[in-house]
């Protein structure tokens, strides 16, 4: 469990978060929703344990910022690219902290090479990054968090900017890491993908944690619609699988219909 | 490689100048064997022309190691190693010293200027608040206080009319000033931090990753900039205080390493150092002799070489990326 207590984050004199108190299970994937501004990417960069903040975050009992050896990947939003750098030297950026920096075991060698094949980005190795389009740039972000084999990943909004097919490729590798027992925790602007892919999730706003919980209670929970002023629907499918759409009024809860394409 | 060339140019260097003196002699000189110069040829090879071929070489490699530091911590690749100040907080120091003494500048003028250039950054780190926790700031704040101080540089030369032209070839670049004492003092700043720089290359990577990145694989970035910064500064402060401001070394050299090597420019760092020095050599080889035995500065001939040299990026952008 990654328990976090009464925790505060600032950025000078504003509270970004304010008390949050929140079990994050680990071995699964939790994802963090809310409207912009709620505080989702500040919570993400607090498990990190690089900036400051008030309270307490333990993961598996020792607190975040005190564990050096704690093995976290971290995807961003919007990434630095270097200039310069291949994707192969790129995903191998991920072994530094195992090898040590500048270093490159042949185990790396070889875990690289796989991985590479896994992202569909072994044609384009040598390749700069910075000639990557959007979605092989995200699709070599993951390479380089699955290269680092970690016991926790964070992502940022992983999916946005990317078409239907690259977001699902992308979660797909995402999954590939939670298939090892690595917890994933992410935030995710849309809804109906965080509850396709996602066990658990954290509903934010204001800065605060209004709920959190296994999926299928918190997809139909009034917080969630609270959270995003009731300007959403949330509809069921045949099969079960919610779908979260903008609603025009405070519609509630409907039932339709609907065959699953 | 680099380090051959190195060598190569570092012999024209002491060779060629308004006396010819043959590289037999000079190997022989260098090493005590038998044969070697004698009378004033010895006194030229030894105690002006080597010393002044080593100050290039060490102030070469200090711009040109700094400049690629700063080129990865600002992930910037038009950054250049006078960026935070140094450049016109040396520049002040020195007009103060051409101001306010009179007479033998050259006793004071690398101390003022060292202080000067230092202090400047100093400034730029304070005014910038947080230390290094936005890169972009620090260069903001650079540039404010580079500004200030050239403002007041002009004042001082607006005053002191007759400390205009020392000034003015001062910041043109100048190596003719060299001496052993000269080359001691800077080789102890330049050498230890082009060793430090060296030494955190590989983590350098991390740099060009947002914070968040480089601090989940492994790495404390503010720190690590702290350290790139610092020693970055003192090697760029110890080499303008030695020769002036000459331009373009910084820029020029990083990127024609990386163009030639085609890897991550902190990766290269050792091979840069050695073109730098190699490069400001061979240029000050050609401020000695195009002209002679008038002399041109150095920063006319790395200008004029530079120059050109940014087109070619221009049109070449695969270069920068």
Redesign the interface.
Known sequence: MIEIQDLTVRAGAREILRDISVSIPRGKWTCLVGPNGAGKTTLL?AL?G?NAYSGTIKDNGVEVFKDSKRN???V?QS??I????SVA?YVM??R??RDG??KESTKSRALVSEILRQTQLFGMQSQ?V??LSGGEMQRALIARALA?EPELI?LDEPTSALDLHHQIAVLNNIEMLKDRGVTIISTMHDITLAAMYAENIVVMRDGRVSLSGPVSEVIHSPELKDAFDNRISVYTLDSGRPVIVAAKDSSSEREIPQKEV | MAVALLLGVGLLGVSFGPIHLHFDQIVKTLVGAPGGLKGQDRTLLLDLRLPRVILAALVGGALATSGAVYQTVF?N?LADPYLLGVAAGAGLGATLAFTTTGGNVYGLLPIFSFVGGILAVLTSFFISGKFFAEPNTLLLSGIAVGSFATAIQTYLQQRHSDALRPVYSWILGELTAANWRVVGWSSIYILSSIAILISI???L??L??????A?????NPHRLRIIAVVAATLATATAVSASGLIGFVGIVVPHLV?GLT????N?SLATIAFAGAAFLVLADLGARTLLSPAELPIGVITAFVGAPFFLFVLRNRRM??
């Open positions: 960069k990190l690089m976290v990947a971290f961003p990434p630095q270097p200039s310069g750098m030297e950026l991920g530094s902290k920096w500048g700069l910075i000639q680092q964070l | 992930r690749p290359s590989k983590q990577d991390g060009m990753l947002s914070d968040e990145e601090y989940s694989l492994g790495i990386r085609r890897r991550v420019t990766r920068v990326r």
